[in-house]
Structure formats: C-alpha cells, structure tokens
Antibody, heavy 124, light 107 residues
Framework: EVQLVESGGGLVQPGGSLRLSCAASGFSISDHYIDWVRQAPGKGLEWVGRSRNKANSYTTEYAASVKGRFTISRDDSKNSLYLQMNSLKTDDTAVYYC???????????????WGQGTLVTVSS | DIQMTQSPSSLSASVGDRVTITCRASQGISNYLAWFQQKPGKAPKSLIYAASNLQSGVPSKFSGSGSGTDFTLTISSLQPEDFATYYCQQQNSYPLTFGGGTKVESK
C-alpha cells in the first residue's frame, strides 16, 4: 500500500527555520516525482515545489514565493523526502502536504497519492 | 504563470443532482489538468488526471472533459459523500497552479 507520512511541523518564529520530512512506503521514491503543496488556514491549495526522480537527476522546481528560501532534498536510503524551510514568514503558515506525482515517460499528468499533512505555524 | 479560474466558487445542490464545475486556464495547457476533492480537515483526494482519466478507485459518477483552456468536472448524481471542495490544477508548466476551488454545499 502506498503511503506518504509527513512530520516535522510545529511553531516557529518569523525568520526561523524548520525541516519537514515525508516518509514514503509501498513504493520507491527514487522512481517518482514528489511535490510539496501547502494550504494556509481557510485558503486554497498552493503548489510549493517538486523533486524529480533519479532518472531526471533529482532536479527541483519551486514556486516564486519560496524560491531561495525552501529546499527539497531526498534520502533514498530512508525512502524519504525533505523540505528545508529557512527565513520563514508569517505567510508560510499552512498545512504542508507531500504528494506523489503521476507521470508517464514524458510528462506528469496529475497527483495520485497525498500524505495527511503537517501544520507549520510561523508566529512570534 | 498560468492562472486557473474555477467557476462557480460555490454552489448549492441536492442529492441526485447533476453537478458541473468549470476550470479555465489563462493559456492552453493541452490536457495537463487534474481534479481533486477535499473535505474539511482532510488531505485532498485525487479524482482525475490528464483531464478525463479517473484515478484508480474513483467511482464512475465523476467525469472530466476538456482540452486547451476549458475543462469541466461533472458529478452525474450527487451523493451525500460528495459535498466537498473541488480543485483543478494544471501540470503543463511551472509553476504548477491550482484553481481557487469550488465548494459544493447541500441545498
């Protein structure tokens, strides 16, 4: 069974840092693109970034709102993905989801599995 | 960036109704469009990929159509478990973008 489990959320002060983890089971993350998506309280979904698979050299893409502050990394030996968040702002307060992209050999066509999310609160 | 506009932002419907939600892209995205369902306090659930293909396990009362800039999600006969918020997302180009959501409420 495919599962994604996020952890690492919590309360952090503006300007601080936090690292989220996404532990995968039931599949090998090295074969898949993985996204981070967030949702501020009472708001819609916002794409944060993507990590491509091993075949595509684990390259990454980011939303403009987080580029230069957030970094996605992987540890294939732990079958896990990470979101390092630096210089946090109050606007980064959200539930953060990791999600497995559904891709063929050429393009990504959607998302097939989501984690349950982890809440990040940025406040003084 | 590609803007995704959903309409309506909310709708009221009754059990058994046919419901249609529209998603419009600010530029052509071929069929790189996905739909998601989200209930309060829960993670999103994937419904459709590539505009018209059901994810595994999704009931056939859901269907998607469209290509280019205009897309629709249809629920053929609304059931109590279908009251939720629905989002579209384009997968054509970065940054990936979501529509603002459509909340389906009970009339």
């Amino acid at each position: 069974e495919v599962q994604l489990v996020e952890s690492g959320g919590g309360l952090v002060q503006p300007g601080g840092s936090l690292r989220l983890s996404c532990a995968a089971s039931g599949f090998s993350i090295s074969d898949h693109y993985i996204d981070w998506v967030r949702q501020a309280p009472g708001k819609g979904l916002e794409w944060v970034g993507r990590s491509r698979n091993k075949a595509n050299s684990y390259t990454t893409e980011y939303a403009a709102s987080v580029k230069g502050r957030f970094t996605i990394s992987r540890d294939d030996s732990k079958n896990s993905l990470y979101l390092q968040m630096n210089s946090l702002k109050t606007d980064d307060t959200a539930v953060y989801y990791c999600a497995r992209a559904y891709c063929n050999n050429i393009n990504c066509l959607g998302i097939d599995y989501w984690g349950q999310g982890t809440l990040v609160t940025v406040s003084s | 960036d590609i803007q995704m506009t959903q309409s309506p932002s909310s709708l009221s419907a009754s059990v058994g109704d046919r419901v249609t939600i529209t998603c419009r892209a600010s530029q052509g995205i071929s069929n790189y469009l996905a739909w998601f369902q989200q209930k309060p306090g829960k993670a999103p659930k994937s419904l459709i990929y590539a505009a018209s293909n059901l994810q595994s396990g999704v009931p056939s009362k859901f269907s998607g159509s469209g290509s280019g800039t205009d897309f629709t999600l249809t629920i053929s006969s609304l059931q109590p478990e279908d009251f939720a918020t629905y989002y579209c997302q384009q997968q054509n180009s970065y940054p990936l973008t979501f529509g603002g959501g459509t909340k389906v409420e009970s009339k």
